[in-house]
């Protein structure tokens, strides 16, 4: 059912199988031909899990799958497809080796008389390439062994195994079933006695009894009807009574004359006894799910389900863990159920066979179950990554969530709502185990029997009724006791029961509860889909349909956008974002949208299908506007109607399908024996009636519109292969290892799927790189064509999020031995220990040299010197150092969490590529911790995935700042003095305040005649401002400070704060204290790459030259003419404009466009200093303030003058305010010189829209004459109208100053 269809068999006909309710039926048991064999593939488990451990193969394979250590009636032996009919079916080919394993996952099992014997039902599932799924439903129940040679077999086993072990017992209690019973009672001997004896075979006193299964093979999933058939089937056997017709007629029937049901139809077959019935959704409907919610929710409870369901929705890995093979299948097609209308795109084994465990190394998403051992405990489970994986513990109703979690949107009314549902059908929404301590207690001891809570169990290995072994046992009784008080059934299930006359009256109550499951099923699903149909109500309007056919759309479709993110999670209620933004990220909405898409050109998924009429369906209903989302939950309308076409589907039949018959069989074949399943006749069943069947007309058309619509793709122009190979491609990675093939296991086929993961990795990275770059660089990209503009802080947490998530796969591939939680952290605990220990050789005396990798790099402003000497140290750069800054992090918790910060950190200091080539240089390392085939052995697929990761260096990440902002962070300043024209030590108390983004450290004295400081606090994010000054005390209270620069000693951000002017009293503009605007320095090697991009600078503060030019009178500088002062003043406003109409989170700091070099109050100044008459009135500067103050003057005196025109009374109060700002500036309690004053009116009027009012007051104010020459700007009407019809555009926005820029004034 996997691989690539063999030919056709005589059962292939050309008649309607493909509208067969079941494509096969199987035997699976023991080849008495052949005898006992081991179960090779169980052999090859232990020798991959030996290897896994790194133990020696020789130890684990020394008895060629013999493993004497258990007693031989637990071991695995091999199981055979005995028959299966027909032989084969054109396009479902039989897979003997898949079917065989998943029949019988663990090989035959053999019991004895004393042991339990009850049918086991389980199902599984075979994914085909292409995605497609076959269904298998399977009864194993035990028969007699009536062959002598099995039977001594056995017997030599026996004598072997007893021979080599109760030498030993009592010497040491290793034995396995002795272990078992000391740790019940240790001084329990007698007991003991008897478990040894009972837990033997005597072929004189012992009945062997050996595992059979019978399996249907159907397409679709009808569990309950197949479990019906083949229960009947299974009493048929085992009744005192032969059946009504020998078995071969309810065979030939179900294989070749019951149909599928059409859609929205149910049916009706005949087993042996009685009729069973199926049914199957309409076209408009919900698809066919007939897996009993009902026990997904009461294994998970509510709660641990919908977290689990998250988990699938964003593609981790989930292992779910059970004893029961029927319920991982439960609990995997449960929940792939309800992810309409999205589907699981990557590997999916809801029962991982013992042979494929390997595939639990697989770095790629997957849904697996894995059945537990009896008595393992979660603890002993070696997990290869577990970093972003979901472990979920179904018998123990316990799961383990991944880090870093995003919640499902509107949780808890959803929770609610799915509550509602469940109590209405008697269901506790914390799910029904009994979980109370003492019985999970109770359950870890290893008599996992007397547990049985009446749920499918399985064939177990180690089923002993200890029960009526340990009869009078003390343990017992006390365990029995505390059995019935918590409620737990002792006694077993028993599938046989329901065949006796005493439950005739029972049947339509079975019937009636059955109807409630199919009921509950679908309301249950309809609530998880009204979720998805609200949320994803408008995702057609986002959608980018770029191609013209779909030809040209498949061979670019990796480098196209198809949906618009940005857009669409701009729209969305904030709450939902962070599951959106990750959601919106994986492979199966990716998919969802590649089928809408792919829908122009050929028939639309049926799931896609479904759901587009859903969300026209809510748009009829409520015509809200679509841009318009709510976070207000909207309860699912349509449980009840739901509910009710199941029920008229099972009230009329609508099919009734041929009563099975006689065939034309051998006399004497089919004979019937009661407790064994018969031999079969094969030639009655190999084939179909002949063509003379009601439904073949019917599905030969059905045959024949399937042919022209076969043809017709193949004339869309694309041969069917080059097809299959661009939508393998285009549907990227992991796709086509959906299910490992089951029947070669060889190391060679291990090692090949080995090097797919090693490509999808790096092809992954190569993708992840592009896709961090494209975005980051923004606008720019675009202009250069590459794809859509504009990432979100949120978006680029999502990105970093998901490296974060791949490295760690990368770094768990092919692990030798696992230690944590996180492969990438161990790594580097290892790493640094060897280190720290070269170190302390190299520290010892002697030695003088430093180990490499610890002496690290310098990064950073190459040792700045400026001409007074002063500046700040280089910062040593080393993989190590890093590490201690995060393991100092008191709020990370775990080890994932570690890997995660330390992974932003790198990230943010550009070093993320050169730190894992310096993790990986350490050879014997790499090869200590990782197996040959191992990503991060593979040379060139390495050198190739670190220099993907090098290209980020491209672009900034503040991603470690901004996540971990209550981290403590030391900080180190350092003031640089211009030392040629000022004193180099200073009398006065300087002191420091820096503020950044998150927040500011308060006023700091500076040490005297200390230029550096360190100093430790919360974390400021960027850095913005900072603000300096001194009391002007003593004689030397003059001081000329070039800049000022602050480095964070984690990230080495380092930010300069340029200032060139005078601090003090009497000279320049008489300032004791100043603010400075700050710009993030870029290290020497971002240098060369700005050069190469073109992406503009960042906006500093202003540059000595041009303050100095302004207030110093020599006339030398060149003074920006009329033109170049508009330019500036349109361009700084623009700035502000483009500012706000970015996405908040993107917008960077509106101080900087204030008052850095080119922003606001610059451009105003230069306005205000064009055409002024500075000349020195007896050597004494003139500042603009000093015309503002003048204005102010004349204001206040002339108050009483103008009352005769209209617009006066506005005048007057924008006078009133104008001067009531001035004067709150001057009294205020800071010792800020002139310019400073005039940058805070700027800021203030700016901030409370008074700019436009105040401009043409002081235009038309008379002091100008007197102060500006007739060429002034300001004289100038048409100048000043424009230049307030540019303040006017920035009136519109609401704008928040910086505490620092406006602290103490009060206005």
Same mark, same amino acid.
């Given at each position: ?132 799924? !076959?269904?298998?439903? %399977? ?6 062994? !009536? ?57 004189? *006193? ?25 229960? #009947? ?38 087993? &042996?006894?009685?009729? %069973? ?33 998250? +988990? ?51 770095? %790629? ?10 008595? !393992? ?14 472990? &979920? ?36 929404? /914390? ?7 003492? !019985? ?73 509860? /059955? ?29 980018? #349909? ?122 004497? #074949? ?13 030639? &009655? ?22 042919? $022209? ?39 060679? %086929? ?28 923004? =606008? ?5 064509? =590459? ?52 170190? =302390? ?21 190459? *040792? ?16 190590? #150092? ?49 197996? $040959? ?7 060139? /697929? ?16 503040? +991603? ?10 030391p900080y180190r300043s350092v003031i640089i003095p211009i030392k040629k024209l000022s004193n180099a030590i200073i009398t006065s108390n300087p002191w420091i305040c820096v503020s950044g983004e998150l927040g500011d450290t308060g006023v700091m004295q500076i040490p005297k005649n200390l230029l550096e400081m360190t100093f430790e606090c919360q974390n400021l994010g960027k850095l913005t401002t900072v603000q300096i000054g001194h009391d002007n005390s003593g004689l030397l209270a003059k001081w000329l400070v070039d800049c000022v620069m602050v480095r964070n000693e984690i990230t080495g951000h380092t930010y300069r704060f340029p200032c060139g002017r005078w601090l003090g009293k009497g000279i320049d503009d008489g300032s004791l204290e100043r603010i400075l605007i700050g710009e993030l320095m870029t290290s020497a090697s971002d240098e060369d790459l700005v050069k190469q991009c073109r992406t503009p600078p960042q906006q500093k503060s202003p540059t000595t030259a041009r303050r100095l030019s302004i207030t110093s009178l020599t006339g030398k500088n060149n003074k920006p003419n009329a033109g170049q002062i508009q330019e500036g003043i349109g361009e700084a406003v623009n700035n502000i404009v483009k500012h706000f109409h970015k996405p908040e989170k993107e917008r960077g700091s509106l101080t900087v466009l204030l008052c850095g070099e080119n922003g606001l109050v610059a451009a105003l100044e230069q306005v205000f200093h064009h055409g002024f008459k500075s000349a020195r009135i007896f050597h004494k500067n003139v500042f603009i303030w000093d015309f503002i103050e003048k204005v102010v003057a004349y204001f206040e005196t002339t108050d009483q003058i103008l009352d005769n025109e209209d617009d006066v009374l506005i005048q007057k109060s924008s006078c009133k305010t104008f001067c009531h700002y001035v004067n709150a500036i001057n009294t205020a309690p800071r010792n800020i010189g002139k310019d400073g004053k005039f940058q805070i009116l700027v800021c203030l009027g700016t ?61």
């Amino acid at each position: 059912m996997s691989g690539s269809g063999a030919a056709p068999g005589p059962g292939s006909g050309s008649s309607p199988a493909a509208c067969r309710f079941a494509h096969y039926f199987v035997l699976c048991g023991i080849d008495a031909d052949s005898g006992l064999e081991p179960d090779e593939l169980a052999v090859l488990y232990q020798w991959l899990e030996a290897d896994r451990h790194g133990k020696s193969q020789g130890a684990a394979n020394t008895t060629s799958g013999e493993n004497f250590d258990q007693s031989p009636l637990r071991r695995t032996f091999k199981s055979k497809v005995l028959a299966h009919y027909p032989q084969n079916i054109e396009w479902n080919p039989f897979d003997q080796d898949a079917v065989n394993m998943l029949c019988m996952p663990k090989g035959l099992s053999f019991r004895t008389q004393t042991d339990n014997k009850d049918p086991q039902f389980h199902s599984f599932i075979i994914t085909r390439e292409d995605g497609s799924r !076959t269904y298998g439903f %399977v009864l194993t129940f035990y028969e007699e062994v !009536t062959s002598k040679q099995i039977c001594t077999a056995m017997q030599t086993l026996y004598q072997m195994h007893n021979a080599e072990h109760y030498s030993s017992v009592y010497a040491s209690s290793s034995c396995s079933m002795d272990s078992l019973a000391s740790s019940l009672d240790e001084g329990d001997t007698t007991s003991l006695l008897k478990l040894q004896r009972y837990n033997s075979y005597d072929i004189s *006193r012992d009945t062997l009894y050996v595992s059979k299964s019978i399996c249907l093979i159907t397409p679709l999933p009808f569990m309950q009807a197949c479990k019906k058939f083949l229960i #009947q089937l299974y009493k048929a056997v085992t009744s005192q009574q032969p059946p009504p017709l020998p078995l071969e007629s309810y065979i030939h029937n179900i294989l070749y004359e019951v149909p599928l049901p059409p859609p929205g139809r149910s049916l009706k077959f005949y087993g &042996v006894y009685e009729p %069973v019935i199926c049914q199957r959704p309409g076209p408009s409907e919900l698809p066919l799910s007939d897996y009993p919610l009902r026990e997904a929710f009461e294994l998970l409870g509510l709660e641990n389900l919908v977290q689990v369901f998250t +988990c699938v929705l964003l593609e981790m890995q989930i292992l779910l863990y059970s004893q029961d093979y029927q319920r991982l299948m439960t609990v995997a097609e449960g929940i792939t159920t309800l992810l309409f209308p999205f589907q699981w795109q990557h590997v999916y084994v809801p029962i991982l066979p013992a042979s494929l465990l390997h595939f639990l190394d697989a770095p %790629v998403p997957y849904l697996m179950g894995l059945q537990s051992k009896e008595g !393992t405990d979660r603890s002993k489970l070696e997990l290869p990554q577990e970093a972003n994986l979901c472990f &979920v513990d179904i018998d123990n109703h316990f799961i383990e969530l991944p880090e870093e979690f995003p919640q499902f949107p509107n949780k808890v009314d959803f929770i609610q709502e799915l509550s509602e549902v469940l109590v209405q059908f008697g269901i506790p929404p /914390e799910g029904s185990l009994h979980c109370s301590e003492s !019985t999970s207690k109770l359950k870890n001891m290893v008599l996992k029997d007397l547990v049985n809570d009446k749920k499918n169990g399985n064939v177990c290995t180690n089923n002993i009724s200890m029960y009526e072994l340990l009869k009078g046992n003390e343990t017992i009784a006390r365990l029995q006791a505390l059995a019935k008080r918590t409620g737990v059934a002792v006694e077993k299930m028993d599938l046989s029961a329901s065949l006796g006359e005493k439950d005739k009256d029972l049947k339509l109550h079975c019937e009636e509860a /059955e109807l409630r499951d199919y009921q509950l099923n679908v309301q249950l699903r309809e609530v998880f889909a009204n979720r998805f149909t609200q949320m994803f109500a408008d995702y057609e309007a986002f959608v980018i #349909q770029t191609a013209q056919d779909m030809e040209s759309w498949l061979t670019n479709r990796e480098q196209m956008q198809n949906f618009d993110k940005a857009s669409f999670l701009s729209d969305q209620p904030e709450p939902y974002l962070p599951f959106l933004s990750r959601f919106i990220e994986t492979q199966m909405f990716a998919t969802f949208i590649d089928n809408k898409i792919m829908s122009q050109w050929e028939e639309k998924d049926p799931l896609l299908r479904v759901f587009d009429t859903r969300i026209d369906k809510i748009r009829l209903y409520n015509v809200r506007a679509p841009t318009l989302r709510t976070s207000i939950y909207q309860k699912c309308s349509t449980l009840k109607e739901a509910a009710q076409s199941i029920e008229q589907r099972l009230m009329k039949m609508d099919h009734t399908a041929i009563h099975p018959h006689l065939l034309d069989m051998k006399i004497g #074949q089919g004979k019937y024996e009661q407790g064994f399943f018969p031999k079969l006749q094969s030639d &009655v069943l190999a084939t179909g009636p002949t063509n003379n069947n009601r439904w073949v007309s019917r599905s030969a058309t059905a045959q024949r519109r399937k042919e $022209r619509l076969r043809q017709h793709s193949e004339h869309v122009g694309l041969d069917n292969d080059l097809r299959e190979k661009y939508m393998q491609e285009a549907r990227s990675l992991g796709k086509n290892l959906r299910q490992p093939k089951l029947s070669d296991l060889s190391p060679a %086929v291990i090692a090949q799927t080995n090097c797919k993961f090693v490509e999808g990795l790096l092809k992954e990275c190569r993708m992840k790189t592009k896709r961090m770059l494209v975005e980051k660089m923004g =606008h720019e990209a675009v202009e250069l064509g =590459h794809g859509e503009a504009n990432i979100t802080g949120l978006e680029e947490n999502t990105l970093i999020a998901s490296l974060c998530d791949l490295l760690e796969r990368i770094w768990s591939h092919g692990l030798q031995v696992k230690q944590g939680k996180s492969a990438l952290w161990s790594h580097l605990i290892q790493f640094q220990d060897r280190e720290e220990k070269q170190e =302390h050789l190299a520290e010892s005396p002697g030695m003088t040299s430093l180990s490499p990798s610890t002496e690290g790099i310098a990064l950073g402003p190459e *040792r700045r010197k400026s001409d007074s000497g002063v500046m700040l140290p280089t910062l040593r750069v080393s993989l190590i #150092q890093d590490m201690r800054h995060i393991q100092n992090m008191s709020e990370i918790k775990t080890d994932v969490g570690r890997a995660r910060a330390w992974i932003r950190l790198s990230l943010e200091k550009k070093l993320l590529s050169q730190h894992l080539k310096q993790l990986l240089s350490n050879q014997p390392l790499t090869k200590k911790l990782y197996k $040959r085939y191992a990503f991060l052995r593979c040379e060139e /697929e390495r050198e190739q995935f670190l220099y993907h990761l090098l290209s980020l260096n491209a672009v900034d990440y503040f +991603c470690f700042t901004s996540v971990f902002t209550t981290i403590m962070i030391p900080y180190r300043s350092v003031i640089i003095p211009i030392k040629k024209l000022s004193n180099a030590i200073i009398t006065s108390n300087p002191w420091i305040c820096v503020s950044g983004e998150l927040g500011d450290t308060g006023v700091m004295q500076i040490p005297k005649n200390l230029l550096e400081m360190t100093f430790e606090c919360q974390n400021l994010g960027k850095l913005t401002t900072v603000q300096i000054g001194h009391d002007n005390s003593g004689l030397l209270a003059k001081w000329l400070v070039d800049c000022v620069m602050v480095r964070n000693e984690i990230t080495g951000h380092t930010y300069r704060f340029p200032c060139g002017r005078w601090l003090g009293k009497g000279i320049d503009d008489g300032s004791l204290e100043r603010i400075l605007i700050g710009e993030l320095m870029t290290s020497a090697s971002d240098e060369d790459l700005v050069k190469q991009c073109r992406t503009p600078p960042q906006q500093k503060s202003p540059t000595t030259a041009r303050r100095l030019s302004i207030t110093s009178l020599t006339g030398k500088n060149n003074k920006p003419n009329a033109g170049q002062i508009q330019e500036g003043i349109g361009e700084a406003v623009n700035n502000i404009v483009k500012h706000f109409h970015k996405p908040e989170k993107e917008r960077g700091s509106l101080t900087v466009l204030l008052c850095g070099e080119n922003g606001l109050v610059a451009a105003l100044e230069q306005v205000f200093h064009h055409g002024f008459k500075s000349a020195r009135i007896f050597h004494k500067n003139v500042f603009i303030w000093d015309f503002i103050e003048k204005v102010v003057a004349y204001f206040e005196t002339t108050d009483q003058i103008l009352d005769n025109e209209d617009d006066v009374l506005i005048q007057k109060s924008s006078c009133k305010t104008f001067c009531h700002y001035v004067n709150a500036i001057n009294t205020a309690p800071r010792n800020i010189g002139k310019d400073g004053k005039f940058q805070i009116l700027v800021c203030l009027g700016t901030r409370d829209r008074l700019l436009p009012q105040w401009i043409p007051l002081l235009a038309e104010c008379p002091a100008i004459t007197r102060m500006y020459e007739e060429s002034a700007l300001l004289r100038d009407r048409m100048t000043v109208n424009s230049l307030i019809r540019i303040l006017q555009t920035i009136q519109d926005f609401t704008i928040v100053l910086e505490g620092s820029l406006i602290k103490g004034v009060d206005v």
